[in-house]
């Protein structure tokens, strides 16, 4: 007797596909190692068919596992967008939300979150620090606080204020060169993990014959390397601005490039309580820090 799938084993066989390995699923699902070989055994027993071929490196569908996939996609997609509307009939301003932000902006968020406790003291925040949009769509975060010139369309949000960037260098390096053109500098570069940048873009367009003395994968890395005196970055003015033994070359932020401080969420969930009033808070607190973020606040000595 052929045994009825549920949404649990369909989510299993996903979870499968998408990693290629038991190991990596288990990861995904939180669960075990063991967990996973069992219940994916049990699943084509109950199937009387192979999902799945077994290689040495991982697992790789067969057709009747594609198909098995394609169809948890489908119900997948369903899923999350019945959890998006019925979460966005929620009127309490009660429960978990889940924020994304940048390495760069964490700083800026955590600075205002005890006053946010303090005006709704029943929302729980979860915090996840990562330089790639999260995929508000899948739920991975339900508002995503990004320095972007142009957000997803998919998404909908409020554009905080502008951010601006201006070239700093240490105290040190700066010292007798700051008359110097800019390609005759030392300068830090970035890796391919923040190629799509608006940094990565003016350095591509700016600097093409500039002496690169290292490659970082992060902007704090960035900064600290200028602050090291290994040559001239470019830094948006709320990171450099704030950190003291840093100098911009210029008194004035650059023209380019620009960028927009942006906080979005998905359409489904813009009227949720906790998401409306977290929005909103948010928004009030980083308008306060307008001056930082649009490179008009004083530099410390």
């Known amino acids: 007797m052929v045994k009825g799938l549920d949404w649990d084993d369909l989510r299993l066989v996903l979870a499968v596909v998408r990693e290629g390995t038991l190991s990596g699923a288990a990861r995904r699902l939180d669960v075990t190692h063991s967990t996973v070989f069992r219940r994916l055994g049990a699943i084509e027993a109950g199937l009387g068919a192979r999902l799945f071929e077994r290689f040495r490196d991982g697992y790789v569908p067969t057709p009747a596992g594609e198909t098995a996939a394609a169809s948890a996609l489908k119900l997948e997609e369903e899923v999350l967008f019945l959890e998006r509307r019925l979460s966005g009939q929620d009127l309490r301003p009660f429960g978990t939300v889940r924020i994304a932000t940048t390495d760069t902006l964490s700083e800026m968020l955590m600075r205002h979150l005890p006053a946010m406790r303090r005006v709704h003291p029943d929302i729980q925040l979860e915090i996840t620090i990562s330089n790639t949009m999260a995929n508000l769509t899948r739920r991975e975060a339900e508002i995503a606080i990004r320095p972007t010139p142009d957000p997803p369309e998919i998404l909908v949000g409020r554009r905080v204020a502008g951010i601006a960037h201006a070239v700093y260098g240490s105290h040190a390096y700066l010292s007798g060169r700051q008359d110097e053109a800019l390609a005759g500098h030392d300068w830090i570069g970035l890796d391919d993990a923040l190629g799509h940048t608006v940094i990565a873009a003016w350095m591509r367009q700016t600097l093409r014959a500039a002496r690169l003395t290292c490659r970082v994968d992060a902007l704090p890395a960035l900064r600290d390397a200028a602050l090291a005196g290994l040559g001239l970055a470019l830094l948006p003015c ?64």
């Open 238 to 301: 709320y990171l450099g601005d704030r950190t003291a033994g840093l100098r911009r070359l210029t008194p004035e932020p650059l023209a380019e490039p620009r960028s927009a401080l942006w906080l979005l969420t998905h359409e489904d969930l813009r009227h949720t309580a906790r998401i409306r009033a977290t929005l909103d808070f948010l928004a009030k607190a980083f308008a306060g820090e307008r001056a930082l973020l649009e490179g008009s606040e004083p530099q410390p000595g």
